[in-house]
């Protein structure tokens, strides 16, 4: 990849925020690194919140979002921070448009826990632990879920989690072990 | 179970967890797996739950497509920019232009004596005005023309 910012002869990669500045001056590549950055993590979420035929549509949309509104970042907040909630307006936007569902925005985890119940994530035999992980999580309280997801899909570690929760490190520590529990009992009668 | 059992059993899983995500190699989770049942099937979970992260992650065919999209919105949206600026910039420094040349003439206005009409003026005592007319004029036709040729 073309070494597109005056990075320090040490090849430290461009923080979030260099990238952004160089995206919102017209720099193509710097769009493409952060693209590259967040899309594994932004598609697994989206993966385990969304039946897996829209996957790629809500993921596509969350990246063109942040696209058209990135010259309207001045950087109040982390980048990633913003990513992120841009992220989950378009899965509450993915159920809400959903007409036949009937919900309204405040029930929608209610709607995103039945869809996902409902469909199966693949029928491939490789995707087994996904598939069960997904159904399983999909029926879990909503604190469990995103307690789950912060840690192993965004890779926020326990501490920043204790900070965007507003809760003690042992607190985390302790919703995160009742979480992998519930979690663990789910897809136990799931194998059953 | 007890509470500091309880916040034993938190601090473990924190732990065998922070373990698994760093990247350890399996073996060593092997050996990192607790013999207390509870803590072990816990554990499992972690392992689980990791190795479902992983796979939602892996679309190489998703990716391709959904780049190629973005790359085409992106073109878009900088030839939008364009337009942007030709669309506000450019009559903007026109308005600009034009009002510059207004207030000159509204300070020769008030400056030129009452008892001097200005078809006066425009015959001959104060020749500028036609000519600060003129020029604003010139100034917008030229703003516009050099702006078309930068296009």
Known sequence: MINLLKSPPSHVPPTDEELVHSAQKGKQDAFVLLYERYLPNIMARVRFKIPEGDVEDVTQEIFIAVLKSLGGFKGQSKF????????????????????????????????????????????????????????????????????????????????EIALHNGQSLEATKSLFRRSVAALAKKVEGTNE | ????????????????????????????????????????????????????????????????????????????????????????????????GGFVVLILLSVVTLLTPAEAPLTAAAGGDQPWQPILITAGIVIIVLIFWRNRHDQ
């Open chain 2, 1 to 96: 179970m007890n509470k500091l059992d309880e916040q034993q059993l938190d601090d473990q899983l924190s732990e065998f967890t922070d373990s698994v995500l760093s990247g350890e190699r399996e073996k060593d989770m092997q050996e990192m797996m607790a013999q207390d049942k509870e803590l072990a099937e816990l554990q499992q979970a972690v392992l689980l739950m990791k190795s479902a992260a992983r796979k939602a992650r892996v679309s190489g065919e998703a990716d391709a497509r959904i780049r190629r999209r973005l790359m085409t919105e992106w073109k878009k949206e900088q030839q939008t920019s364009k337009s942007f600026n030709w669309n506000w910039n450019m009559p903007r420094l026109a308005f600009a």
């Open chain 1, 80 to 159: 990633s921070t913003w990513i992120w909630t841009i992220t989950n307006r378009k899965i509450v936007d993915y159920y809400r448009s959903h007409k036949s569902n009937r919900i309204e925005q405040d029930d929608y985890e209610e709607v995103v826990t039945r869809n996902l119940s409902k469909h199966p994530t693949s029928s491939d035999s490789s995707q087994d632990d996904l598939v069960t992980v997904k159904h399983a999580l999909g029926t879990l309280p909503q604190n469990y879920q995103d307690i789950l997801l912060m840690r192993f899909v965004d890779d926020m570690p326990f501490n």
